[in-house]
Antibody, heavy 123, light 109 residues
Framework: QVQLQESGPGLVKPSETLSLTCTVSGGSISSYYWSWIRQPAGKGLEWIGRIYTSGSTNYNPSLKSRVTMSVDTSKNQFSLKLSSVTAADTAVYYC?????????????????WGKGTTVTVSS | QSVLTQPPSVSAAPGQKVTISCSGSSSNIGNNYVSWYQQLPGTAPKLLIYENNKRPSGIPDRFSGSKSGTSATLGITGLQTGDEADYYCGTWDSSLSVVFGGGTKLTVL
């Protein structure tokens, strides 16, 4: 069973760039979609975006101008960068593996999640 | 404001049945498959239902999903205190992104 582990700084200053990495163990990162999701304290889930192992990406339109995702297949890792952060970006950040396809109708769901990492934006 | 609409809370007694609704539009639920996630307090979300009505290995058949038009429903029978959690629906949207409901807090009285 694939396992995911988020890592990165727990504290980021306003206007700086948040950088997180997700390490995949127990399986290969190749030929799958990988997602980032976040959750502010006491609030709901917000999908940040996804990356395929080819490097193809889709981002949440509300965050698109500030998000960059990348993948390193040699390290079995994928990463998230969120620029120009503010206090509103304070949240628990999750990485997840995803399954996708179409029948017709498209399915995309996150089947394995990391435990999450808390990122606080504060000076 | 979430793209998908869920009731903020539902409650029922142990052993009873509860349903949680998830309402969307033709841009999302109407043309794509719905998944459901369970988030127990202090833990990461867990996949509960995928492709509208399929259960991953290890999810008991007390949990079921259905979809009709632009709405989906999660059903839980034989409620247990351990089912107390937040439940989220999610699906693909024409904006080329995943959209979630705002979440529903289940209380087992």
């Amino acid at each position: 069973q694939v396992q995911l582990q988020e890592s990165g700084p727990g504290l980021v200053k306003p206007s700086e760039t948040l950088s997180l990495t997700c390490t995949v163990s127990g399986g290969s990162i190749s030929s799958y979609y990988w997602s980032w999701i976040r959750q502010p304290a006491g609030k709901g889930l917000e999908w940040i975006g996804r990356i395929y192992t080819s490097g193809s990406t889709n981002y949440n339109p509300s965050l698109k101008s500030r998000v960059t995702m990348s993948v390193d297949t040699s390290k079995n890792q994928f990463s998230l960068k969120l620029s120009s952060v503010t206090a509103a970006d304070t949240a628990v950040y999750y990485c997840a593996s995803a399954q996708s396809g179409s029948y017709p109708g498209y399915y995309y769901y996150m089947d394995v999640w990391g435990k999450g990492t808390t990122v606080t934006v504060s000076s | 404001q979430s793209v998908l609409t869920q009731p903020p809370s539902v409650s029922a007694a142990p052993g009873q049945k509860v349903t949680i609704s998830c309402s969307g539009s033709s841009s999302n639920i109407g043309n794509n498959y719905v998944s459901w996630y369970q988030q127990l307090p202090g833990t990461a979300p867990k996949l509960l239902i995928y492709e509208n009505n399929k259960r991953p290995s290890g999810i008991p058949d007390r949990f079921s999903g259905s979809k009709s038009g632009t709405s989906a429903t999660l059903g839980i029978t034989g409620l247990q205190t351990g089912d107390e959690a937040d439940y989220y629906c999610g699906t693909w949207d024409s904006s080329l992104s995943v959209v979630f409901g705002g979440g529903t807090k289940l209380t087992v009285l």
